[in-house]
């Protein structure tokens, strides 16, 4: 099934607008349309905060790094000042997401 996402205006989408999509393609009401995306995103949110890689076949990966501590610079001052140890969330486009991109941006 493919979404009619012409009418979307913004540069960027919106969890809003996924609703909207799947009120209009779908036929689901706006109030459960909207449960929808919310719970898609809070499990999503809630698997990388417990530590868990999240795997979107077709699509990408979402994974969590923890990245060291290490020294840092304030580039007004320069003045050292330490970064501290943190978690970072990571996406890596799968193959074919990648292809799909190459694919509009080559015209074909």
Avoid: C, W, Y
Wanted: no cysteine; hydrophobic share 40%; glycine share 8%.
């Amino acid at each position: 099934m493919e979404l009619a996402v012409e009418s979307i205006d913004s540069p960027a989408l919106t969890k809003a607008q996924l609703a909207d999509l799947l009120f209009d393609e779908i036929g689901l009401n706006k109030r459960e349309a909207k449960d929808m995306v919310d719970a898609f995103f809070d499990l999503i949110s809630q698997k990388l905060v417990e530590g868990e890689d999240v795997k979107l076949s077709g699509f990408g990966n979402f994974q969590i790094r923890t990245k060291a501590p290490r020294p840092g610079r304030n580039p007004r001052t320069g003045e050292l000042i330490p970064i501290a140890a943190r978690r970072v969330v990571t996406f890596h486009a799968s193959s074919k997401l990648k292809e799909l991109i190459q694919g509009e941006g080559s015209g074909s």
